[in-house]
C-alpha cells in the first residue's frame, strides 16, 4: 500500500548491507494522512536486532571497505550520482511529504529540489575540502593535517522535512567517508526508502548506507550501539538531551540541531500592514511546524493592538484546505498527537492572554488535522506559551517599551535558533542581529539559506548544518609529525 505517485520496490523489507531484508520482527508501519485520517501506506518496521545488524553492516563497511581511504573526489562522484537519481524522482518525494505530513503539493516539489541541489552542492565539497594539508612547524621538517571520517553514523531525522534533513546529512557524511544508519521518523519513512533505492542505483558500496524505519525504543537502541561513533539528530529538544546523555556516557560524537521560540521584532520604522503580511503568513508556512519560525512578535507597545487587528485580517483571509488543493494556503499538520499539542497550547494562551482570532478547528473541515491560524496579544514572555515550542501556526504578540526592551525580550529564552527585525534599516538590523543570541538572524522575515551554516545557540542545539561548517562535524582532525616529506608533498 503506497500512494499512487510513490513508486518503491520493497516497502516491506530493511535496507542493510547493501541487500534488501527482512525484519527479524513482524513489525508494519502504518503512515496516516493528515488530510483524510486514513492509513495511505505501511512500510516494515524494524526493532532493536534490526539495528544491531545495521550497525555491524555499517561497521564492517567502515572498518574493511573502501569506502573511507577512497578518495574524496570519487566520493564526491558517486554522491552526485545518488543526487542525479534522485533528482529523477522528484515527483515521488514530493508526494511523499504531502501523502505524509500534509505539505503543500504546490510548494512540494519547491522543497524536494532545493534539497536535492543542497545534495548536490555538498558533493562539491569532495572536490574543494582541504583533507590533507601540510601546515608550518618549529619541531620538524614535516607537519601534515588530515581531516579523516568520523565512523559509523546515525542520522536520524524528524517528521516535518524529511528528504531535505536526511539527504542533507547523509551527503555530509559520505563525502567525509563515513558510514551511516538512516533512521527516518516513523511518520515519514518513505523518502528515506527513495534515498535507499537512489544510493543502490549510484553504487554506494554495501553497508555504506543502510536503511531502518523504526519507533523510538529501537532508535534508542541504535543510539546505545558502542559501534555507532557519531549521532546527528534532528528533532525536539527533549530527545535531543536524551542522545547527548547517552552520547557524553561514552564520548560518542554528536550534533544535535532542537527547537525554537524565534522572536521577530517589529521596529517603528516599518509599516503596519507589511508587517502583519510577514507575521501573518510566515506562521501558517508548513502549517508552523518548522524549528526556526517566528513564533514570537515583539512590538513597540504603542503599536501592540494596531499591529494585533491588522495581523488578525492576514490570518483571517488565509484559506485553510486539503494539501492537495493548489490555492490552499494552509493545510494540516501533521498528525492527531500534533494537533492535540496545539490544542492544548491554545487552551494555555486563553487563560494568560487575549485570543484575538482562531484557535479552533475550521468549521468548513469535519475530517483532518486541522486548526485555524491563530493570534495570541498582549503575552507575557514569561508564559508558557511564549517559551515552549508549539509547533503550529500559533503567533505570541508580545508588548515592549522600547529597543532595548525589545532586545530582552527576543533573548529571555531557552532556545536560541533563528530571530529576525522587521525595518528598512539595515544598520539597525545588523546592529540588532549582533545582539541576539541565536544561530541566525534575518532582516523582514524569516530568512534561511541552507548553504550556510544553520543551527542554534542554548537549547536549540549542538553543531552546525549547511555550508562547509556542516561537514566538519563527520571529521577527525589527525596532525602528523614526520623528519621529511612523503612523496607528492
Not at 493528515?34 to 512500510?43: D, F, H, R, T, Y
Not at 529523477?88 to 505539505?103: M, N
Request: net charge negative.
Amino acid at each position: 500500500m503506497l500512494p499512487d505517485a510513490v513508486r518503491i520496490a520493497h516497502p516491506d523489507r530493511l535496507f542493510i548491507g547493501g541487500a534488501w531484508v527482512a525484519s527479524t520482527g513482524d513489525g508494519v508501519i502504518d503512515i496516516v494522512s493528515p488530510n483524510s485520517e486514513e492509513v495511505v501506506a505501511q512500510v516494515a518496521e524494524g526493532n532493536a536486532a534490526d539495528m544491531d545488524r545495521a550497525v555491524a553492516a555499517a561497521r564492517k563497511a567502515f572498518d574493511e571497505g573502501p569506502w573511507p581511504t577512497m578518495a574524496p573526489a570519487e566520493r564526491g562522484a558517486i554522491v552526485r550520482r545518488m543526487g542525479a537519481e534522485l533528482e529523477k524522482r522528484a515527483p515521488e518525494l514530493a508526494a511523499a511529504w504531502t501523502a505524509q505530513v500534509g505539505g503543500l503539493a504546490s510548494f512540494a516539489l519547491i522543497m524536494t529540489g532545493g534539497a536535492t541541489a543542497t545534495m548536490m552542492a555538498i558533493a562539491g565539497y569532495a572536490d574543494s575540502y582541504p583533507f590533507v594539508e601540510r601546515r608550518p612547524s618549529h619541531m620538524v621538517d614535516t607537519a601534515i593535517v588530515v581531516q579523516e571520517p568520523a565512523g559509523v553514523v546515525a542520522a536520524i531525522a524528524p517528521w516535518n522535512a524529511p528528504y531535505g534533513i536526511m539527504s542533507a546529512k547523509v551527503a555530509y557524511a559520505l563525502v567525509a567517508g563515513c558510514t551511516v544508519i538512516m533512521k527516518p521518523s516513523p511518520e515519514t519513512p518513505l523518502e528515506a526508502y527513495i534515498m535507499a533505492e537512489a544510493a543502490e542505483a549510484a553504487g554506494v558500496p554495501a553497508g555504506v548506507v543502510n536503511l531502518v524505519a523504526a519507533g523510538r525504543d529501537a532508535s534508542d537502541h541504535l543510539v546505545r550501539n558502542p559501534g555507532i561513533d557519531k549521532v546527528t539528530f534532528t528533532g525536539s529538544t527533549l530527545a535531543g538531551k536524551r542522545i547527548g546523555e547517552v552520547c557524553a556516557g561514552r564520548v560518542a560524537r554528536c550534533t544535535l540541531e532542537l527547537g525554537g521560540k524565534s522572536a521577530a521584532i517589529v521596529r517603528d520604522d516599518f509599516p503596519i500592514e507589511v508587517a502583519a503580511a510577514i507575521l501573518g503568513n510566515t506562521i501558517t508556512i508548513m502549517s508552523g511546524q518548522v524549528c526556526a519560525m517566528l513564533s514570537r512578535a515583539i512590538v513597540p507597545k504603542h503599536r501592540h493592538d494596531e499591529l494585533a487587528d491588522a495581523i488578525a485580517k492576514v490570518m483571517q483571509g488565509i484559506r485553510i484546505g486539503h494539501s492537495d488543493a493548489p490555492d490552499t494556503q494552509l493545510g494540516p499538520v501533521a498528525m492527531k498527537r500534533q494537533l492535540d499539542r496545539v490544542e492544548e497550547y491554545v487552551a494555555l494562551g486563553r487563560e494568560s492572554a487575549d485570543l484575538v482570532t482562531g484557535g479552533n478547528r475550521p468549521a468548513h473541515m469535519n475530517k483532518g488535522y486541522f486548526i485555524e491560524p491563530t493570534l495570541f496579544a498582549n503575552v507575557d514572555n514569561a508564559s508558557r506559551i511564549a517559551q515552549e515550542e508549539i509547533f503550529g501556526p500559533v503567533l505570541c504578540l508580545i508588548p515592549a517599551e522600547d529597543e532595548e526592551d525589545a532586545i530582552r525580550i527576543a533573548n529571555d529564552s531557552a532556545f536560541g535558533l533563528n530571530g529576525s527585525v522587521l525595518t528598512h534599516d539595515a544598520d539597525a538590523a545588523y546592529r540588532i542581529g549582533r545582539r541576539i543570541r541565536a544561530g541566525g538572524f534575518g532582516q523582514n522575515g524569516m530568512k534561511l539559506e541552507f548553504g550556510l551554516p544553520f543551527g542554534g545557540f542554548k537549547q536549540s542545539g549542538i553543531g552546525r548544518e549547511g555550508g562547509v561548517e556542516g561537514l566538519h562535524p563527520y571529521l577527525e582532525t589527525k596532525t602528523i609529525l614526520l623528519d621529511a616529506a612523503p612523496a607528492g608533498f
